[in-house]
């Protein structure tokens, strides 16, 4: 009887070891790792923010700059080359008021290699002119240029016609400074029939979309001896301010 008991106490299975129960996340725990990781996201959306704006103001500085070098440039080329003397001169600097308040327009006769139209014939004197009108995206800066091929009428003739192109836009300013005869004047009249002596450029555009608008600024100065470009005229001994809109004569170094 005992021999049997302890062949049936051999003979049954041993139970195996119960595993622990696996333990699963809380709904607290499960909250806190998502609002980690909400947190996370938008801390990483905002410096891509960031980012983005940075390489957006820098997009616009450079497209301001090189846009007033270029119309900087632009105006100094065509007064390099400003047609001195004969019956077809033209320099004439004006002050007109607009809605946005007065600006400067001057105009001139130049001479150029660049064709106004690729396919047209056209000569290498041309009259050019730059004012200021008022777009969409505020005060822009224009230029005028008509070829003036096959000129047949007086020193007064005037024309209007020409392609006309945006130079600078938006810009802050557009002023013009004429020195002749130890004086500074905001306007040149064509009846002097010959340009300045000096011719002193003020351009700024300025880029509005930023919080602070910033305002990038050149000036182009130009001389002229009996008429004629030189280089000789250094612009640094004009020296030159405005005053309630006004041009005037500071020190002048002899």
Known sequence: MVKRQKQQI???P????SKPARRAFTLIEMMVSAILAAFIALVALAGLRGVIAARAAVDRHSEAVDELRIAVEQIRRDLVNVMP???SLRFEGLVEEADFGSSSRLIFRTFSRDKARAAEPEGDLYEVEYYVTQSAAGKALMRRVCPMLGLTASDQEKTDGGIVEVLAE?????DI???DSGNWQTQWSAENQRPP???LVNLATVDSQRSKPRVYARQ???GFNQGTFTEETNASEFDWQT????WQQTETTQ
Request: proline fraction near 7%; aromatic fraction near 14%; charge should be positive.
């Open 177 to 179: 400074g004429y020195f």
């Open 243 to 246: 005053v309630e809109g006004q």
């Open 10 to 12: 051999r003979q049954e």
């Open 220 to 222: 182009v100065s130009a």
């Open 170 to 174: 938006p810009i802050a300013s557009f």
């Open 197 to 199: 002596q000096l011719v």
């Open 85 to 87: 003397f004969g019956r």
């Open 14 to 17: 041993r139970h195996p070891r």
